[in-house]
């Protein structure tokens, strides 16, 4: 089946850094793909929607320039977080529509701990 | 989009059927219903999708009536492994670069 791959599945950074984090397809083409944050005990949280080859499309509320989403081929996506603070922990997990837009498949996600 | 009203949290024990209901009022003629399933730490995992009647698979059936406007999701038999939580969202069949929300979700705590 459709396999998305994410990564790292943890990572600790100190405030004030950045910290990428990335989504591929492993064996199909991945034309969109959608990032979500997930805080403790709560659902997932639409953040971004990005297409391959032109700029994401941010939710209301969520920073641009603090999530910069980059999605530059039909298999990869990536997150980063920029000048990273604690609120910014989280479980990010990020998610591709399959081809012929039947459904989605998501990835293990990554837990984000800035300290 | 259609928003998705279930119950916060529910219990059960091994062995029973759990059914959770699902409400979708708003739902549009392309509309689907699917459920996810979400265990700590990890991303959602597919587990069932229908537009009518009934639809079953190897771990779930799902129902939904002719107005479509809920759908249940019945887990047969369950065990302590299906303690997770459990998503209902409506998706537009076919668009699926449309972006998906998800609601609160139903936490299923299954004891011995």
């Known amino acids: 089946g459709a396999v998305v791959s994410q990564h790292p599945s943890w990572v600790i950074c100190k405030s004030g850094t950045s910290v990428k984090i990335e989504c591929r397809s492993l064996?199909?083409?991945?034309?969109?793909m959608f990032w979500y944050r997930q805080f403790p005990k709560q659902s997932l949280m639409l953040m971004a929607t990005?297409?391959?080859?032109?700029?994401?499309?941010?939710e209301q509320g969520v920073e641009k320039d603090k999530f910069l989403i980059n999605h530059a081929s039909l298999t990869l996506s990536t997150l980063t977080v920029t000048s990273a603070h604690p609120e910014d922990s989280s479980f990010y997990i990020c998610?591709?529509?399959?081809?012929?837009?039947?459904?989605?498949?998501f990835g293990s996600g990554t837990r984000l701990t800035v300290v | 989009l259609a928003k998705t009203t279930q119950p916060i949290s529910m219990d059960s024990y091994e062995g029973q059927e759990v059914n959770i209901t699902c409400s979708h009022n708003n739902i549009a003629t392309n509309d689907y219903i699917t459920w996810y399933q979400q265990f700590p730490s990890q991303g959602p995992r597919f587990i069932i999708q229908?537009?009518?009647t009934k639809v079953t698979n190897e771990v779930a059936s799902l129902f939904i009536p002719a107005d479509r406007k809920s759908s249940t999701l019945s887990l047969p038999r369950v065990s302590l492994s299906d303690t997770a939580v459990y998503y209902c969202l409506v998706e537009l069949k076919g668009g699926a670069t449309n972006k998906l929300i998800f609601g609160t979700g139903t936490l299923l705590a299954v004891q011995p």
């Open positions: 064996d199909f083409q991945a034309t969109t």
């Open positions: 990005s297409n391959e080859g032109s700029k994401a499309t941010y």
């Open positions: 229908g537009y009518k």
């Open positions: 998610s591709a529509s399959l081809p012929g837009g039947y459904g989605y498949t």
